[in-house]
């Protein structure tokens, strides 16, 4: 039953989102945009400041995750659909858990052309391994969204949420982008030391753990009025 | 206001005359000199910094699973406090930062996660101040989310290589220095209840003016 209300709620916020692409175009846009704005700012002579890759990529994927968010759950108040929801005889965590994917999803798109891309302009070995990159991304983006869809969910019948998101929202995910860009950095180096990589993943896993777990155990009383 | 506070008050501030004395008789450390006695602020600081966020976070889950409001009132003071001594714990930091390690700060976990922390507790009276109806919830929610960081702030000078001094240091202090850290620790431990108890009532002063001003209407 938990499964199958994730399930349709995947399904049902992919065929919103395929109609239009509004939030799928806008966030990569605004992904890419930034990622420019600090080639524009940090590259001089063609020469890419040293180390700065990794925390400009995780930059980029909270700021455009932040974006995501908000229009995400915007389009939800619009329609008063997020009301429909809370309604629906369906667990609230299952609820929860089929926003995560779906914001979950929408990031690991706008990863996907974001490394290519800092890649290409900071000159860094993003590519050369592949997996662990993923697995690094992976686990950050489930940590950063897990907050990001509580507190976005939570914002929806709050004032001035546009701002808030990012007030809120930053100060407590900071650690995951702190482990994100040390995972992250540690794999760009010539010599990658497989024990740092693995103490900043397995720090990311407990921050998955912890922010997931809190959420889920908060989102029903805070999503009831 | 309760019977005990003034007494608590005025204790207090004699307490807060007595312990500039205890600290400037207490002995002077053989590395760090003088510079060492803004310990005995830092430390109590940070303890009741720490302190607030728990009372914060724990209220903020009462009031979330059962909405008892006076734990909301509750909640809402002590994010004043962390905010408070934060700022208290954070100035004098760099303070002594800049005498025993040579910088004013440090991207050091202890130093980070305690930052966050505080800046947790501002975006808590950002969304209490201009989140509108309803933000009593998200604010305690948001709560929630910086209680968890107390135990990391606390054990991360266990377990990374930090500059900051471990947990290890208080329990293996000599007398001389231990009398007026305790001495100090307990003096801002009393701040911290009239504070907390003042601003409470401020709260529930609030909260009875507007019951009155609902009941008028009706």
Known sequence: MFARVVWLILRKDFTVEVRSLEIAYTTLFFAISCVLVFAFALVQEGRAPEGGAAGILWIAIAFAGTLALGRTFERERQSETLRALLLAPAARPAVYVGKLLGI?????????????????????????????????????????????????????????????LPVLLYPITVPVIIAGVRATAALLQPEVDAGIIRFWLALLVCFDVVFVTLALWTFEPLMTD | MPKWFTPAAAICGLMFAVAPVLIANAPYESTMGLVQKIFYVHLPSAWMFLLAAIICGVASVRF????????????????????????????????????AWGVWWQWDVRLTASLMGWMVAVAYLLLRRYGGPGSDKLAAGLALFGMA??????????????IHPTTNVVPTLPASFGLPLWFSAVTFLLLFVLLLRVRVRLEEQRA?????????DA
């Open chain 1, 104 to 164: 979950v999803a929408l990031l690991t798109a706008a990863e996907i052309v974001l490394v290519p891309l800092v890649a290409l302009l900071f000159q860094a070995p993003l590519l050369g391994r592949p997996f662990w990159l993923a697995v690094i991304l992976l686990t950050g983006t489930v940590g950063f969204a897990a907050v990001g869809t509580l507190f976005a969910a939570m914002l929806v019948r709050a004032r001035s949420r546009d701002v808030l």
């Open chain 2, 64 to 99: 979330l699973f059962r909405g008892d409001p006076r734990q909301d009132r509750l909640a809402w003071a002590a994010a004043e406090l962390v905010v408070l001594f934060g700022v208290v714990t954070l100035v004098t930091g760099p303070l002594w930062a800049r005498k």
């Open chain 2, 149 to 162: 960081n107390v135990p990391f702030v606390y054990i991360s000078v266990n377990y990374w290589r930090t």
């Open chain 2, 208 to 216: 009875r003016l507007d019951a009155l001003y609902l009941s008028m």
